[in-house]
Nanobody, 120 residues
Framework: QVQLVESGGGLVQPGGSLRLSCAAS????????MGWYRQAPGKQRELVAL???????TYADSVKGRFTISRDGAKYTVLLQMNSLKLEDTAVYYC??????????????WGQGTQVTVSS
């Protein structure tokens, strides 16, 4: 019922920057939390950053000071600015949404993922 469209992934050299964007659409009454997770080959999916409806943010220790999550001017859009990228940041990045609908209550949705590759 709700879909997430991610963009902005790509190939970047160590120390470079990328900005990911996630746009949600569908039957959303309100957003609870939007965020980004990532999964590298052979590893479990891990939290990267979250932003709540009140714009409070949470970051993984590994990305603090380098990544910034924020809301775009467009409705239901979240950005992840990634600076000073490291090789270990290479992963598929997934947008995640926790939202509320009048009919179903609280639901979650995952995006399809966008590849971020940091390589020299």
């Amino acid at each position: 019922q709700v879909q997430l469209v991610e963009s902005g992934g790509g190939l970047v050299q160590p120390g470079g920057s990328l900005r990911l964007s996630c746009a949600a659409s569908g039957s959303i009454f309100s957003i609870n939390v939007m965020g980004w997770y990532r999964q590298a080959p052979g590893k479990q999916r891990e939290l990267v950053a979250l932003i709540s409806h009140a714009d409070s943010t949470t970051y993984a220790d590994s990305v603090k000071g380098r990544f910034t999550i924020s809301r775009d001017g467009a409705k239901y859009t979240v950005l992840l600015q990634m600076n000073s990228l490291k090789l270990e940041d290479t992963a598929v990045y997934y947008c995640h949404l926790e939202y509320y609908t009048d009919y179903y209550g609280t639901l979650t949705q995952w995006g399809q993922g966008t590849q971020v590759t940091v390589s020299s």
